[in-house]
Structures are given as structure tokens and as C-alpha cells.
């Protein structure tokens, strides 16, 4: 059986082991504390999940599972310099906290920490693993750089923002599950097959993070609905509407888009309105359903007990049913 | 037999053959870019080296080898955004040229392109390779980090600068060497003793870069003599003469570090003749010979033929010898 409480609880404890030195401090204590910030904790959920797919061992996997989460935080702590955000999860960011210097080294120390887990694969499977992760943490770092591309340019088109949003957070959970499977002893195609379930359902994931960002309750939320609309981030909502608005609406769309003093809500309901009259909501879950029933046929077609699978999908329901 | 010139052609050979990706180009050309900048790649060389020491099949590994250079050269991009310099070889450093951004995210591929280059290491050495990279990847981190942080302090130990320049620089010339021993068959205590060998000819190096700052011709230093003087930066010199200054000498040397309006020539000439009085110029040197001298006893006691190790030697002796 998997039992994700348990499965978090282990990864939560083996997070306290991860070895880091002591000295400097200030290469340490950075890690220590966007560790410590918590999160889901879901691609290493993710791997034991993969991993549960093909061996009833799961529980002893805990280790190299980590590989992906001091790697994703790595991607968080240097993601934030680059965007220059203020905040993650609630707290000041690393460079906030400290300075963005001690957050790009000790981002560095984070990556070698990462390859540094792997050492715990088993032997057989290890040049696998290793060959995938570096591909995975090239496409995340390819992901990142369109992303900041696409803030400058103006007009970016459905398939190039698919193409970025894979890369910068799909790749990863679909590595995260191949990792589970291949050192479960998976054959070649059935971990590439979880792969692609994953990969699908990251793309369905942003998808939603988009919807989420517009079409939420506040106040289940958590943040501000409309976040994204203020700051004029190219979301797939944006995207889409800009692609199809045509006379008065691709006027007043481009007019909002362009306005430098605005009222926050105004705009926000503003562009709502102009996405509700373009059915830019019905659109942008149908392209996330998209994603979301290939991810399905992708498990559907992995010869596993139903049971085993019902991990995943009830993993995975949860994540797609969440209103923040 | 080795020829550096041999190992340098087929080292800038394989330069050119590392795949690099080609989309998004703001991510492949940095690195491109930075890798051509040419330097003396002295940590291949030295891979090839110790590997020469342990098999005439030096030339086969050149491949493996660039992994250290890779590696080096994403220290100097990240380094170089942390410093805030403008100028690397002669040209404008990645910051610079594109953003910092760039540098960051293309530096952090440059450091998953230098694990990814290892894949080129012969399975039987491939796993006792890696952990030793891991550890001078982190080393090297916790070096720049104590550099960072010196700056802000007034006071170093002797002991203190030793042990930063050893993580910073010291320690990936004496894994070089380790690489090549290894995966040339070379034993464990063997590899070891050529590994202390490049930490203490690193040491010593740096010290004399230290020493070549404020002691050399300058028609051919190639950069302004003094430039360390001008900056107040804690080399070995200034700690020393920190250390060993009393009265009015000592009273002169403060009034020259806090002073903030300055001639930059009068300064140079003042501090040097501080350096004079208090013989720094001769304790240097005998700090670096000291360093020089324990490299060649762990090499002396390597069991190997007199004239495979003048390979290392005559390498070592230029690079000791240079006047910039």
C-alpha cells in the first residue's frame, strides 16, 4: 500500500538528515532555511509514487528522492533572484533575507547537493538516473530563460507557451515519476510512459495555476485573484485573448495591456470581462483537459494492477481539484 | 611521452566539440562565449598530467578531462556576477555583456554540462570520480563564500587566508591531478599524494599572484601593478604587514586603508614602502616556498620513473616561474 502521509512524514525527516556543512555559515543556513519553508513536498511524492508503481519497496526510496526536491529548491532560490521576488511561501526570500550573492552560491552548493543524493541509486540503475536528471535540469534551466524571453517580447504563440511551461515545470515531475519507476525495476517504455503522464499533467497543472490565477474564490485562494492580470503576465488566459480578440475588444484589451496608472480591481474586472466575452475560461480548460486525459491514456496503457494505479490517480485528482 | 602543446590542441579541440544546445541562444551563447575566452587551460592540463603519470594513454582522456575546465569556467561566471566585474580576459565578462540574469541561469547549465561531461569517465572509476568532484565543487563554493566574506572583516589570520584561497583555488588543481591519477589506475595512496602535490603548488601560486601584483615589472605584468594595493585587498601581504606592523608604521598603514580620497600612485608607492620596512616581500616568499616545497615532497614520494613525473615538473616550474 502507499500511504502519502507516511510517505511525506519520511521525506520530511530524511529533509532534517540531508548532510550540509557547517562552515561558512552563510553558504549553510540559506539551505537549511528554503528547506526548512515546506511546500508540498510533491515530486519526491511523486518518485516513491513511481517507484510504488513497480516494487512494494517503496519506503526504502526516500533518499534519492530527494534528489528532486533539494533540486527543485535550488531552481526556487535562483528563480527568485532572477525575478526579483520578495517573498516565497510567506517568508522573505533567500536574497531578501540575506543578499542575492549568498543566494546564487549557496543555490550552487544546492545544485552539487542534488547530483550529490543520486549517489544514493542503486548501482544498476544509476547511469540512467544520472543521464535523465541532467537532461531534466537542462530543459528546467531552457524552461526559465524562455520564460524571462517572454516577458520582452509581445506577441508569443499557444505552442511557444506550452513549450516553456513544459520545460520549466513539467519536465521535472515527469522525471520525478521515471525516476520512481526506473529504479523500481520499470522497463524502458513503462517508465517513459510515466513519464509522459507526468509531463502531460504538469502542462495541466500551469494550466490550472493559470485558471486559478483569474477565476478563483478569494477567499479560498490564498493570494490575490488577478495577480496575474495586474502585472500583465503572459498566462495562456492572456495569450489566448490576444489571439482572439478582434475590433473594440482588441482595443480595449490592448489599451488595459499598455496603461501605465490604473486601478488594480477596475483592470482586473475589466479584463475579466473581455476573457468572459471571448470564452477564454471554457478554452483554457479545454486545453488543460487536453493534457490532462493524454496524461490518463499515457497510465492507462502501463500494465500495472488497477489498484497500484489508484496511488496515482487519486495523487493526482487532488492536485487537479485544488482551489489554490 | 607528454607534450602540453599536444594535450593544449586536442584540449581546444574538444572545447569546440562539447554540445551545447541551441534554443534558447541567450542560454548557449554565454557559454560559448565564455569558453572561448581561452585562458591557459592549466586544470585539463593537469587531468592530463596526472593521468600521463599512470598510463601512456594520456591522450584518450581528453574528453573526461574537460569537465574540470567546464567547471572552472562556471566558477569565473558566477564569480564574476558576485564581484560585480567587468572585464575577463581582456573582454566583457557574461554580466556584462548580456545581464546578470544570462550569466546566472547560463552558468548553472555550464555547471550541470561539467557532471554531464564526466559521463565520459570509464564506468570502474566512474563512482570514486564523482564524490571527489562533489566535494571540490562544494569546496570551491565555501572558498568564494569566505573571499566574500573577509571583505567586510578587519581582521584575517594567516591561517584564515591560507585555508580560503586553498577552497577557492587551491583545491580543484589537486583534484585535476587526483582525476587524471585515478582514472589512470593510479592507487588510492598514490592519487592522494598527487592531490596534496596540486593543493600546495595552488597555494603557493597564489601567493605569488599575490606577491606578482605588487612585485613585478610592470612591462610585463600586463595589468597595473598595484592594483591589490589600490583596493585594500586582504592578500597575504596586507595580512602580514596588518600582522606585523606596530607603532607608526602601523598608524601609516590604517591612515592609507581608511583614506578615501587618494593619488592612486602615491598610495601604491606608500604601502610598498611599508611592505619594504617590514620585509613582506621576503616572509612572502618564504611562505610560498614553503607551500612549493611540501608539493614536491608528496610528489618525490610518488613511486613512479624520474622522467614521466619532469612532465609535471617542467609544467609546474612555468607556471611558478611566470612573471604575470
Not at 159 to 178: C, D, H, P, Q, W
Request: aromatic share 10%; hydrophobic share 40%; with cysteine.
Amino acid at each position: 500500500m502507499f500511504d502519502t502521509q507516511q510517505a511525506l512524514q519520511s521525506i520530511e525527516k530524511e529533509i532534517q538528515n540531508i548532510a550540509l556543512g557547517t562552515h561558512p555559515t552563510e553558504l549553510y543556513e540559506p539551505i537549511r532555511y528554503i528547506m526548512d519553508l515546506g511546500g508540498k513536498r510533491i515530486r519526491p511524492i511523486l518518485v516513491l509514487i513511481g517507484n510504488y508503481l513497480f516494487t512494494d519497496d517503496w519506503q526504502k526510496n526516500t533518499k534519492p528522492a530527494l534528489a528532486v526536491e533539494i533540486f527543485h529548491n535550488f531552481t526556487l532560490l535562483h528563480d527568485d533572484i532572477m525575478d526579483n521576488a520578495p517573498i516565497r511561501r510567506g517568508k522573505p526570500t533567500v536574497h531578501e533575507k540575506w543578499n542575492s550573492n549568498i543566494a546564487l552560491l549557496s543555490g550552487d552548493v544546492m545544485l552539487v547537493k542534488a547530483y550529490q543524493q543520486l549517489d544514493f541509486v542503486e548501482e544498476k540503475y544509476f547511469h540512467t538516473i544520472l543521464r535523465k536528471f541532467h537532461q531534466c535540469a537542462i530543459e528546467v534551466c531552457e524552461g526559465q530563460q524562455l520564460d524571462m524571453n517572454f516577458e520582452k517580447v509581445e506577441k508569443i504563440s499557444q505552442g511557444e507557451y506550452i513549450n516553456m511551461i513544459r520545460l520549466k515545470t513539467a519536465v521535472l515531475l515527469g522525471f520525478s515519476l521515471e525516476f520512481g519507476a526506473v529504479i523500481g525495476g520499470a522497463d524502458p517504455e513503462n517508465a517513459q510512459q510515466l513519464y509522459d503522464f507526468g509531463v502531460n499533467i504538469g502542462i495541466g497543472f500551469q494550466l490550472k495555476d493559470d485558471l486559478l490565477d483569474v477565476y478563483s474564490d478569494q477567499a479560498k485562494f490564498g493570494k490575490q485573484v488577478g495577480g496575474d492580470i495586474i502585472a500583465n503576465k503572459k498566462t495562456f488566459l492572456l495569450i489566448k485573448a490576444l489571439e482572439k480578440a478582434t475590433g473594440e475588444t482588441q482595443d480595449q484589451l490592448q489599451s488595459w495591456l499598455t496603461k501605465v496608472d490604473f486601478d488594480k480591481e477596475e483592470k482586473v474586472k475589466a479584463i475579466i470581462e473581455i476573457y468572459n466575452s471571448l470564452n477564454i475560461k471554457q478554452e483554457t480548460e479545454s486545453k488543460m483537459n487536453e493534457y490532462f486525459y493524454k496524461a490518463f491514456q499515457s497510465l492507462d496503457s502501463i500494465p500495472i494492477k488497477k489498484e497500484k494505479k489508484e496511488a496515482l490517480i487519486s495523487f493526482t485528482n487532488d492536485l487537479i481539484n485544488r482551489e489554490k
